[in-house]
């Protein structure tokens, strides 16, 4: 057979040496290549101890992709067992019906053992599953042993394929293997099994050129809201500090009235009330005369001046805004219609 293949190819140097570890059979399973074809192997595992299949044996079909072991094989079962549809590729996280749950580390004899481990779990209805009950499964266990392949042997039972058990063997054998396959299935689930439902993610829909448009209408909308905002927030910030700053001013411009002395000249002279100035009127302060007006009064003038102009700026920059929105979109209307309607004859 190595003159059949390339030697050099990591697949073909991968299977014959796992064709070499499990060139001798064991009591529980035995996989060997055919003799035309390194990437079809025939299988025989003995069923589970203290299961529906125990004392059953099940052959098959482990057949492998040219890029072995990168991607994962193929398994077929072919002794009517209950539990695997026969003839039908079944779907093990190990098997080819899961490839993104396969690992390179994995080997024929972790196939053979999965195997063994997945028969007595529940099928739940995978791919190349069945949910026979335990009767009709005890059945086909005992039946189990007079399955021939004609590819195995000289036509001979596939029981014939395994290693028969000694006088003096004991138990520890089978028990560990059946602990090995529990421990690699641990590891590994059918499909379904254990896996939580989670929601479909939303198909991704191509966006059309209109509403392509719509959205950055909306964006743009939304950022000059939030321009206009900040823009009014900061002009009544700073309309408040100068109001405070122009109440500072006022009040530390008044001079300090000398306290009147209760004598005089030795006369008793009474104070008299100080004579509050009268309030000027809103028409007054803009008729005023520029020396005569407090400082921090006419800073406070100044101040409300340059708001106004602020705001005045602002609103008229978003009419300009809204006007070439609603231009574009009458162009883009008028534009739609010309493209729809058919052309004359």
């Not at 999965?114 to 005992?142: C, N, V």
């Not at 122009?246 to 009474?270: E, I, R």
């Amino acid at each position: 057979m190595e003159g059949q293949y390339n030697t050099r190819s990591p697949a073909v140097k991968r299977l014959m040496r796992e064709a070499q570890e499990l060139a001798e059979p064991t009591y529980d399973y035995f996989a060997q290549p055919l003799s035309d074809n390194l990437f079809e192997w025939h299988f025989t595992v003995r069923g589970p101890a203290d299961t529906d299949y125990d004392g059953g044996v099940y052959h098959g079909r482990i057949v492998l992709p040219p890029d072995y072991p990168m991607k994962p094989p193929n398994i077929i079962v072919l002794t009517p067992n209950g539990r695997f549809e026969i003839g039908k590729k079944i779907c093990l996280s190990i098997s080819g019906h899961h490839p993104e749950s396969w690992q390179p580390s994995w080997s024929i004899r972790t196939a053979l053992l999965a195997i063994i481990g997945f028969m007595p779990t529940p099928s739940q209805g995978t791919i190349g599953s069945l949910d026979y009950p335990p009767e009709e499964r005890k059945k086909l266990a005992k039946k189990s042993g007079n399955f021939a392949c004609a590819d195995c042997g000289s036509g001979g039972c596939i029981v014939d394929l395994l290693k028969c058990k000694e006088a003096g063997d004991t138990e520890e054998v089978s028990s560990s293997t059946a602990e090995e396959a529990k421990e690699i299935i641990k590891t590994m689930s059918l499909k379904g099994e254990g896996e939580k439902k989670t929601e479909a993610a939303p198909p991704v829909v191509e966006e059309t050129e209109n509403e392509k448009y719509k959205r950055a209408r909306k964006l743009y909308s939304l950022r000059m809201e939030n321009l206009i905002k900040a823009r009014l927030n900061q002009s009544q910030g700073n309309s408040t500090i100068a109001s405070s700053t122009t109440t500072s001013n006022v009040q530390t411009s008044k001079p300090a009235a000398a306290p009147p002395s209760p004598h005089q000249g030795g006369l008793d002279v009474h104070p008299e009330p100080e004579q509050q100035p009268a309030p000027i009127q809103p028409r007054q302060q803009q008729v005023e005369p520029d020396h005569q007006r407090v400082p921090g009064v006419q800073g406070q003038d100044q101040t409300t001046h340059e708001t106004r102009s602020l705001f005045y700026d602002i609103v008229i920059a978003v009419v300009i805004v809204i006007i070439a929105l609603l231009l574009y979109r009458r162009l883009t209307l008028v534009s739609e219609i010309t493209s729809s309607s058919p052309p004359a004859n």
